[in-house]
């Protein structure tokens, strides 16, 4: 996924309701971004942090300007467009980059399935394969090598590892898949720290059947790739 037009930086000042981030420009512009995730983003909004963001063309927009990516004093990159995950997820489903996901000739998104009444993000299907339903979770919290998820406790992310768990039972495919999007993690586990149910709820799951991956992707400022395998430690 390469970024067009490319990504502008400037110096964070600080994110707040949620929503929104101050930050100074090289030029001593200061402007205020619009934040794409509702999480913590615990480790990715450290004021004096570059921050990475796009330009939309869209007059109708109140804060033109999106946080894309944080580049971390430290030299770590995290994208913390949630979006970002599904697409990058995708286009790596596309290509082939995810050997255990390959074979299929058919990729549908946001497909409604469940007795909770969830959307699916991908379901792959191919005529003689079972059906693949794949739930896309975006991993930006880092602890030294370790990546985690999740940063809060996500009720909607314990309701996902039911609906996957029915899916597992009734003889389809149903995995987990962690889109680790910051440089530092080498490795993942379900944040048990933080949320202890889901964490649960994940054990039990790969226990009924449901797979679960992690694969981190290549970061820059200028392009990002989702294409390598890391350890999931449960």
């Known amino acids: 996924m390469k970024f067009q037009p490319p990504l502008q930086s400037a110096t964070l000042i600080k994110r707040y309701k949620r929503f929104l981030a101050d930050v100074i420009t090289p030029e001593g512009e200061t402007l205020t971004l619009h934040c794409p995730n509702t999480g913590a983003m615990t480790g990715c909004a450290t004021p004096g942090d570059t921050v990475w963001y796009s330009t939309s063309d869209n007059a109708k927009r109140k804060y033109p300007n999106t946080w894309e990516m944080t580049q971390t004093q430290e030299g770590a990159f995290i994208c913390v467009n ?3 995950a599904n697409a990058l997820t995708k286009e790596a489903l596309t290509t082939g980059a995810i050997p255990p996901l390959c074979g299929y ?35 930006t919290l880092a602890e030294k090598a ?3 998820f999740p940063d809060a406790v996500t009720e909607r992310g314990q309701k996902h590892l039911r609906e996957l768990m029915s899916v597992a ?10 889109a680790v999007l910051h440089s530092a993690i080498t490795r993942f586990s379900p944040a048990r720290h933080i949320d202890a149910k889901y964490a649960q709820l994940l ?22 790739t989702l294409n390598e395998p890391i350890p999931v430690v449960l």
């Open 146 to 148: 370790y990546g985690y």
């Open 82 to 84: 949630t979006l970002r």
């Open 105 to 139: 000739s058919v990729l549908k998104s946001e497909v409604k399935y469940g007795e909770e009444h969830s959307r699916i993000d991908f379901l792959l299907q191919a005529e003689g394969r079972r059906n693949c339903y794949i739930e896309v979770k975006s991993v």
């Open 169 to 178: 039972a009734s003889g389809d495919r149903a995995v987990v898949f962690f």
């Open 203 to 224: 054990s039990e799951a790969h226990g009924k059947g449901v797979e679960i991956l992690a694969y981190k992707a290549e970061l820059s400022a200028e392009i990002m």
